[in-house]
């Protein structure tokens, strides 16, 4: 008789770290996260005295030393996507499924690994970028800093292992209902950037009820450190929550359902 | 071990497996012959659970696929050889498959030797041959060291060594007391590995019986002879209740009479033999035969012997 625990979640993970593609994403991630971070921080404390007023007033020194997540979140996207879209590809899928016939099984194993990669990854990232930033911004005497107790600063760091797993497992699922890479990339991209995008040309009822409630706004109340209760898409930290809990479990569910009614899984 | 009851598939409007019904029994090679297209694949697929039949059933030891506590040691399947990712080594591919079906780690080792690939186990799988591909899909198929098992096409792409050794290995596998599945559309391989047949030609059952019997069609078996007095010794055979019909090379053939009364009637009749053989039915031959109604694309301009 053989387990989730067992049996199907160590050969997921044994799947994802034996494929080098894996690792090279990881670093790409690492470098985008932390990288892009650090730079920014460099870049904010030599030109500190040059930011407009208001900007100095409510310095967000914990947004400024991860303004990288966000691009390594995409990466991290890509590698949810990866997990299962290459199965798809070359037809391995048939295998994994003939082994274990168990369609929530299988997806379930899947869905932890990646899942538990992304959060390590995001919480990992978060806290290198954030403690090398705030290093690198009170190298200015000038600019405020922020320990690790500073407000907001831990759920900030843990969110974004939230953030991370989650669009990981948004990828993740997107790959299994469209059996492709590219589909599922660009599902999940568009997902993180509509916000960002169509936040600016929408009126302030559409922001603050529908954008407010698209995954990555839903993500940002956990992992933005300084909120602005003011903003138009604002629903604060467990509506958040709640609500990027909401879009993992509907889009697995919707996987999980494709995959029981297709032949070959 | 493997039973099919009726057993339908269709997409949309094309019935790919029509109301299929088999019973294999273990301890011998059962081949399973058809066109490409005829359906094979697809029964495969059903046997696997990896397709939801539309119609009957299919079970394995009296089991639904689904409900075998452990599917990888009961059944070993070898679908589709490449359909592998070429970024992870042989070992490793082995090893998720082996921790999925709940294998011991050293049983790995064990089947990459038995296959002959002991000494690129750490290389990646895209850097294989086919013929390596087919190999790891074998120790794929052994790992569990199952009962039964299915090979879609095996000796696709292997050297004549590879061919011999497959062989070989099936034959060992079912005197092992194993129930060996294997499906083919080239007829002469089956010949040689298997002793029961089921053929299915547009995803019908055509033959199910052991593969000598297949063979046996009067109308396919004859003797070819070839003569300088080819009319009249035409006439004589046809006397004494032979069959006989004239190919294009002037040869006869010549059913309801063996060689050696052939032989004989001529020396009777003082006529000269240059060619007298026997010519047994081949598998490919008695194939052709019954599938002649089921081949899905033929040439319509087709000039039927």
Redesign the interface.
Known sequence: ??TLV???L???W??LR????TWVVIIAALVVSVGFSVLFSFLTEANYAGLPADQRTGFDAAGTSMVGMNLGLIIVAVLGALATS??YA???I?????????RGRVLAAKAIVVAALGFVLGTVFATLAFLIGQAVLGINPAVPTLGLTGPGVLRSLLGWGVEMAAFGLLALAFAVMMRSAAGAIATTIGLIFVPAILGAFLPPWAQSHVLAYFPASAAEQLSTAQLDPAAATYLGPLTGAGTLVTWVAVALVVALSLMGKR??? | MIKAQDLTKRYGTTTAVDGLSFDLKPGVVTGFLGPNGAGKSTTM?MI?????PTSGSVTVGGKS??D?????RE?G?L??A????????AY??L???A????IPRRRVGEVLDLAGLGGVADRKVGSFSLGMYQRLGIA?ALLGDPPVLLFDEPVNGLDPEGIFWIRTLMRDLAAEGRTVFVSSHLMNEMQETAEHVVVIGRGELIADMPITEFMQRDSLSHVRVVSPRADELARVLAGVGGEVTRGADGALAVTGLDAPKIGDLALEHGLGVHELTPVRASLEAAFMDRTRASVQYRPTAEGDQ
């Open positions: 008789m053989t067992g049996n199907t160590p050969a997921e044994t799947k034996s494929v080098r593609s290459s199965e070359t037809g391995m048939r295998l994994t499924l003939s082994i274990t016939p168990g032949d070959s899984g | 697929r696997l659970g990896l397709d939801r696929y689904q075998l506590p452990a599917p990888l059944v399947a679908l589709d490449k359909a592998v990712h070429g970024a992870r080594t490793r591919h090893q998720w498959v921790q999925a079906g709940g794929t």
